[in-house]
């Protein structure tokens, strides 16, 4: 090699190790300025997942008391008239559960109940007597609102505290407020929880006025933020902070050290957690860590490099692995209910232009028994084809669990659903034909469109509720089957669920009342009697008719115990008459088919009569005349045994769809009640038809030594067309509506 060439050769050496000199440089002061700049955003996500942490817990703690009020106040929506002293048994016994100290019940716009935790209780309270933040959460829950109050100081206490207010509602009105409060001391233990950070990292939560009413658990000098921000540059840049919302570090002096602190919102209020740490206190561990990381730096860059690079593959492929899991059906690969419900909600808080489908496929457990689980499977992911190729833009569904699908559809118009349902069924139906089965399978829906909620705010599982409610009315039907949600019905239901699950309770509470309309005797114009007639009226002082309620007590067997009550109502009635000197009538009580033919039914009745010492002649059996078909001896045997022991039979409804005058003069009944369909307004050349039937049907009675009572009378006019006919008594509400017995006795006795 000539000199030429050698020099040539070094300049390239001198070269390459001058570049690797300076990449080595650059690298090294790169790598520098990356783990300083790594290690201190180290420093501020751990400063910002200490507060989050301490955010979460005290969000959670509020979250907590508020839903145990919900809870409370969901139990009173059907519980009636509070307890005072139940109440107060209930906050000593729930207190193992929370740290209220005192809990209290206010009727809108009235008084209220408040209870201690050591079981003091203060009644008739003033709402607005109260402290004004929380008189202001209990206006705020009237309103329909639930209510975390700001904090507030009980001097009497000598003690901060914060409130909470939810509505209580009643058939979907706000009528009360439940409250509770509880000292901000509780917070402390919130707070207190141990992390890696020094014991020289303070958390304090700041107030609307910049106060920390949950200062530092420990020596804490600093009564508010202006103790920490010492310069006129750290208020203005912390006071933009609030008025922006918005979550900040800086760098301050507190107590002569130089420390980093970091504000953000709580999520309650205008209330920000402030946490404050020096900077040996967050650095320390982190400072060992990094002295690691140089010394094996060089020694784990290529390995480091490349598990980075698998480790961000791995990760990137986990992800879509997780998302997956956590979104979708692992059967199916539609939507699972978690993601669903998140559209939903996002749906319903923006229009009310759609409808909720909840579908089944009709005894699918056969399905997977009789074909197996590998084509139940299949079937289950037919359906999810089906569905992909039959929803719009805009619209989804996923499958919750075995064969239970949610559609949300962009339409609420109940016809349009309607034919689109029945066209998705059909094609589902097809799967079948693929296996040469000859089996038909049936599928039901239930649907809850947004114009069957539209003006009124609906939850998500709200929503699902009523869903819920439509399928289950249509898997009754044991077919093919679309249910369309209906309020009115949904209300019916809920009023018979009710019904039938208070009924006993109701007896032995009295909250069946006895109210009598008075039969007038058409020839003298005074009071021969009086029918007993039943009013539920509920611990809450809700009306609930017989017509609601009668059909179902027939069905469910309850009608026997009720009449028997109803006839000891009446003897109870007869006796106050009897003991306060006035001269008592007799009472006509219904009595059910099952009643009157029960064992022990006789028996039953002369114990009433003789534990209230009232003759049996004052007490009217009514009997209706279906119980005469079929077996008119066998009636006329329990109707003997009755007036042996003194008793009157009437039947009641005469005319009304069963009678004939053969099964009339079969009966030894003492009363025949004429249906008031004889006194309905018909066409003026039938009212003589009509009045001749009566005729004869008064004269068949007088020969048969009965008493007529006409029921319907509501004018003059049926007053005299009834006298004409001869009957003997009328009733109806040209005389009197139905009476509480205390309106009866101050009008007639």
């Given at each position: 090699m000539?000199?030429r060439?050698?020099?040539?050769?070094l300049?390239?050496?001198?070269?390459?190790f001058?570049?690797?000199?300076?990449v080595?440089?650059?690298g090294s002061g790169?790598i520098?300025i990356l783990?300083?700049h790594?290690?201190?955003?180290e420093?501020?996500?751990q400063?910002?997942?200490?507060?989050?942490?301490?955010?979460t817990?005290i969000?959670r703690k509020?979250?907590?008391?508020?839903q145990?009020?919900?809870?409370l106040s969901?139990?009173m929506e059907?519980?009636?008239?509070?307890?005072?002293?139940q109440?107060?048994?209930g906050l000593y016994e729930?207190n193992?559960?929370n740290?209220?100290?005192?809990m209290?019940y206010?009727?809108?716009g009235?008084t209220?109940?408040?209870?201690?935790?050591?079981g003091?209780m203060e009644?008739?309270?003033?709402?607005?007597?109260t402290d004004?933040t929380?008189?202001?959460?209990?206006?705020k829950?009237?309103d329909?609102?639930?209510?975390?109050?700001d904090?507030?100081?009980?001097s009497?206490a000598?003690?901060?505290?914060?409130?909470y207010?939810?509505?209580?509602?009643?058939?979907g009105?706000v009528v009360?407020?439940?409250?509770a409060?509880?000292s901000?001391?509780?917070f402390?233990?919130?707070?207190?929880?141990?992390s890696?950070?020094?014991?020289?990292?303070?958390?304090?939560v700041?107030?609307?006025?910049?106060?920390?009413?949950l200062?530092?658990?420990s020596?804490?000098?600093a009564?508010?933020v202006s103790?920490?921000?010492?310069?006129?540059?750290?208020r203005?840049a912390f006071q933009?902070?609030?008025?922006q919302?918005?979550s900040?570090?800086?760098e301050?002096?507190e107590n002569?050290?130089t420390?980093?602190m970091?504000?953000?919102?709580v999520?309650?209020?205008?209330?920000?957690?402030?946490?404050?740490?020096t900077?040996r206190?967050?650095?320390?561990?982190l400072?060992?860590n990094l002295?690691i990381?140089?010394i094996?730096?060089?020694?784990?860059?290529?390995?480091?490099g490349?598990?980075?690079?698998?480790?961000?593959?791995l990760m990137?492929?986990?992800?879509?692995?997780l998302?997956r899991?956590?979104?979708y059906?692992q059967?199916?690969?539609?939507?699972n209910?978690?993601?669903f419900?998140?559209?939903l909600?996002e749906?319903?808080?923006?229009t009310?232009?759609?409808?909720?489908?909840a579908?089944?496929?009709?005894?699918?457990k056969?399905?997977n028994?009789?074909?197996?689980d590998?084509?139940?499977?299949q079937?289950l992911c037919?359906v999810k084809?089906?569905l992909?190729?039959?929803?719009f833009?805009?619209?989804?569904?996923?499958?919750?669990t075995?064969d239970?699908?949610y559609?949300?559809?962009r339409?609420s118009d109940?016809?349009?659903?309607q034919?689109r349902?029945?066209?998705?069924?059909?094609?589902i139906?097809d799967?079948f034909?693929?296996?040469n089965r000859?089996?038909?399978?049936?599928?039901?829906a239930?649907v809850v469109?947004?114009?069957e909620i539209?003006?009124s705010?609906?939850k998500?599982?709200e929503?699902?509720s009523h869903?819920?409610?439509?399928?289950?009315?249509?898997?009754?039907?044991?077919?093919?089957e679309?249910?369309f949600?209906?309020?009115?019905t949904?209300?019916?239901e809920?009023?018979?669920?009710?019904?039938?699950?208070?009924?006993n309770?109701?007896?032995q509470?009295e909250?069946f009342?006895l109210?009598?309309?008075?039969?007038?005797?058409l020839?003298?114009?005074?009071?021969?009697?009086a029918?007993?007639?039943?009013r539920?009226?509920t611990a809450e002082?809700?009306?609930?008719f017989?017509?609601?309620?009668?059909?179902?007590f027939e069905?469910?067997?309850?009608c026997?115990e009720l009449?028997?009550?109803m006839?000891?109502l009446?003897c109870?009635?007869?006796?106050?008459?009897?003991?306060e000197g006035?001269?008592?009538?007799?009472i006509?009580v219904?009595?059910?088919?099952l009643l009157?033919?029960k064992?022990?039914?006789?028996?039953?009745?002369?114990?009433?009569?003789?534990?209230?010492?009232v003759?049996?002649k004052?007490i009217t059996?009514?009997i209706?005349e279906?119980l005469?078909?079929?077996?008119?001896?066998?009636?006329?045997?329990?109707?003997?045994?009755l007036?042996e022991?003194?008793?009157q039979?009437?039947?009641d409804d005469?005319?009304s769809?069963?009678?004939?005058?053969?099964?009339?003069?079969?009966?030894e009944?003492d009363?025949?009640?004429?249906?008031?369909?004889?006194?309905?307004?018909?066409?003026?050349?039938?009212?003589?038809?009509?009045?001749?039937?009566?005729?004869?049907i008064?004269?068949l009675a007088?020969?048969m030594?009965?008493?007529?009572?006409?029921?319907?009378?509501?004018?003059?006019?049926d007053?005299?067309f009834?006298?004409?006919?001869?009957?003997?008594?009328?009733q109806g509400?040209?005389?009197s509506k139905?009476?509480?017995?205390?309106?009866?006795t101050e009008k007639?006795?």
């Open positions: 000539d000199e060439g050698m020099q040539k050769r300049r390239k050496i001198t070269l390459f001058t570049l690797v000199s300076l080595l440089l650059m790169g520098s783990l300083n790594t290690f201190q955003n420093i501020e996500d400063i910002v997942t200490e507060t989050n942490r301490h955010r817990n969000n509020i979250d907590t008391d508020l145990t009020l919900y809870t969901s139990f059907f519980s009636g008239t509070i307890d005072s002293s109440f107060a048994k729930s193992n559960e740290s209220f100290l005192q209290g206010f009727e809108k009235g209220g109940i408040r209870v201690t935790v050591n003091a009644e008739n309270m003033k709402a607005e007597e004004s929380f008189y202001e959460s209990i206006q829950a009237w329909g609102k639930s209510v975390v109050s904090v507030y100081h009980d009497a000598d003690e901060d505290f914060i409130a207010a939810v509505p209580v509602q009643k058939n009105t009360d407020a439940l409250t409060c509880e901000t001391s509780v402390f233990d919130v707070l207190s929880i141990k890696g950070f020094s014991e020289q990292t303070k958390v304090r700041m107030g609307t006025d910049g106060k920390f009413f200062p530092a658990q020596g804490d000098q009564d508010s103790d920490i921000l010492l310069s006129e540059k750290e203005t933009n902070m609030l008025e919302g918005k900040k570090f800086m301050v002096n002569g050290q420390c980093r970091f504000a953000e919102p999520g309650v209020h205008d209330w920000y957690l402030v946490l404050t740490a900077e206190g967050i650095s320390e561990p400072y060992q002295l990381t140089r094996i730096f060089f020694l784990l860059l290529a390995l480091s490349m598990c980075i690079l698998y480790g961000a593959r990137k492929r986990n992800s879509r692995a998302l899991f956590a979104y059906d059967l199916t690969g539609s939507y209910m978690v993601k419900s998140h559209m909600e749906t319903i808080a923006s009310r232009d759609f409808s909720l489908v579908m089944n496929i009709r005894k699918f056969f399905i028994e009789t074909f197996g590998e084509v139940a499977n079937l037919y084809k089906v992909d190729e039959a929803v833009e805009g619209e989804f569904f996923c499958r919750e075995a239970k699908f559609i949300l559809m339409t109940e016809n349009l659903v034919r349902l029945e066209e998705i069924t059909e094609h139906r799967f034909l693929h296996y000859q089996y038909r399978m049936m599928i039901y239930g469109t947004g114009a539209n003006g705010f609906v998500r599982e929503l699902m869903v819920m409610f439509a399928l289950d009315r249509a898997k009754k039907r044991q077919q093919d679309i249910w949600y209906n309020t009115e949904y209300k019916k809920q009023l018979q669920n009710y019904m039938e699950s208070h009924m309770q109701a007896l509470d909250e009342r109210f009598l309309q008075p039969k007038i005797n020839r003298k114009g005074t009071l021969g009697g029918e007993a007639l039943v539920w009226i002082g809700r009306m609930i017989p017509d609601q309620f009668i059909p179902l069905q469910n067997g309850f026997t009449d028997l009550y006839v000891e009446a109870r009635q007869i006796r106050q008459w009897m003991d006035k001269e008592a009538i007799p006509s219904n009595q059910s088919k009157f033919y064992d022990g039914y006789v028996e039953n009745l002369c114990e009433i009569m003789e534990r209230y010492h003759p049996a004052m059996l009514e209706l279906g005469a078909l079929g077996d008119a001896e066998g009636l006329n045997s329990r109707i003997r045994e007036k022991k003194g008793f039979i009437s039947m005469f005319g769809g069963y009678s004939s005058l053969n099964i009339l003069c079969s009966l009944i009363e025949l009640k004429l249906d008031r369909a004889f006194l309905m307004e018909m066409p003026g050349h039938k009212k003589w038809q009509q009045q001749i039937v009566m005729e004869q008064a004269q007088k020969k030594n009965m008493t007529t009572v006409a029921e319907g009378v509501e004018t003059w006019e007053e005299a009834i006298l004409k006919a001869g009957c003997d008594y009328g509400y040209y005389y139905p009476l509480c017995a205390a309106e009866f007639y006795m």
